[in-house]
C-alpha cells in the first residue's frame, strides 16, 4: 500500500509560469516532508522541506506548503524556468524513538517547455 | 567537503549470481539508508544503518542484506540475484535523527546501476 502518492506522473508548464506538484499521504504520524529534484543518470538531490508542525516553507523560487487536515502537500516552483525540468520526489518521514525511514513517492517527471 | 560516493556505477550480474555495492557516506554522517529504484515504482526503502546497528528495514526478501563499518561506509549484498532486481541502487547520508532537530535531510549518492541478465 502506497502511503505516499504522486498522482501525476508527468506535468508540462511553460516558461516562466508556475509549477504546482502534488503529493498526498495517508499516515497521519509522519512529522517531517521532503521534496527531492532528480536529473537523469544523478541521485536525488534535497529541495525543500517541512516539519508537520508549519504549513508552509519558502526557499526563493520554491514553496512548499503542507495541508495537514487534507493529508496533501505540494510544491510550486515560480517562474519556471527550463532548468527546472526533472523528476520530483516527494518524501515523508517516518520513525520513532530517535529511528527512521523516508517513505518516498513515484515522483513526478516535470518538463518545462521554453 | 566530499558527497556520498557509491561504487561501482554500473554492474552486469547473471541471474542467480550474487552482488555487493558500497557506499562511502559523507564524512562525519553516521546514518546511511539504501533505496531501490525501478521505473514506476519511486524510492523504495531498504533498510538503514546507524553505528553499525540496522534500525529501520523496508519490506524485501532476505536475499537483501547490508552491513555498516566503524567508519560509517555500508555495503549492500544481493544473493541469487533475480531479473526483477534489476534497479538503481540509491545510497543515501545523513546526521541522523536528533531530537528536536528538524534538518536531517538525507543526501543522495548517484547510484549503482545493476542489471540482472
Known amino acids: 500500500d502506497q502511503q505516499v502518492k504522486q498522482n501525476s506522473p508527468s506535468l508540462s508548464v511553460q516558461e516562466g509560469r508556475i509549477s504546482i506538484l502534488n503529493c498526498d499521504y495517508t499516515?497521519?504520524?509522519?512529522?517531517?516532508f521532503l521534496w527531492y529534484k532528480k536529473y537523469p543518470a544523478e541521485g536525488p538531490t534535497f529541495l525543500i522541506s517541512?516539519?508537520?508542525?508549519?504549513d508552509k516553507n519558502e526557499d526563493g523560487r520554491f514553496t512548499v506548503f503542507l495541508n495537514k487536515s487534507a493529508k496533501h502537500l505540494s510544491l510550486h516552483i515560480v517562474p519556471s524556468q527550463p532548468g527546472d525540468s526533472a523528476v520530483y520526489f516527494c518524501?515523508?518521514?517516518?520513525?520513532?524513538?530517535?529511528?527512521?525511514?523516508?517513505?518516498f513517492g513515484t515522483g513526478t517527471r516535470l518538463k518545462v517547455l521554453a | 567537503k566530499a558527497g556520498v560516493t557509491q561504487t561501482p556505477r554500473y554492474l552486469i550480474k547473471t541471474r542467480g549470481q550474487q552482488v555487493t555495492l558500497s557506499c562511502s557516506p559523507i564524512?562525519?554522517?553516521?546514518?546511511v539508508s539504501w533505496y531501490q529504484q525501478t521505473p514506476g515504482q519511486g524510492l523504495q526503502f531498504l533498510f538503514e544503518?546507524?553505528?553499525?546497528?540496522?534500525?529501520n528495514k523496508g519490506n524485501f526478501p532476505g536475499r537483501f542484506s547490508g552491513r555498516q563499518f566503524s567508519n560509517s561506509r555500508s555495503e549492500m549484498n544481493v544473493s541469487t540475484l533475480e531479473l526483477g532486481d534489476s534497479a538503481l541502487y540509491l545510497c543515501?547520508?545523513?546526521?541522523?535523527?536528533?531530537?528536536?532537530?528538524?534538518?536531517?535531510?538525507?543526501?543522495f549518492g548517484q547510484g549503482t546501476r545493476l542489471t540482472v541478465v
Open positions: 543515501a547520508s545523513s546526521l541522523g535523527w536528533v531530537v528536536g532537530q528538524e534538518n536531517t535531510e538525507a543526501f
Open positions: 499516515n497521519s504520524m509522519f512529522d517531517y
Open positions: 517541512i516539519s508537520s508542525i508549519k
Open positions: 518524501a515523508a518521514r517516518e520513525g520513532t524513538s530517535g529511528t527512521y525511514k523516508y517513505i
Open positions: 564524512s562525519g554522517h553516521r546514518s
Open positions: 544503518y546507524f553505528s553499525e546497528t540496522q534500525r
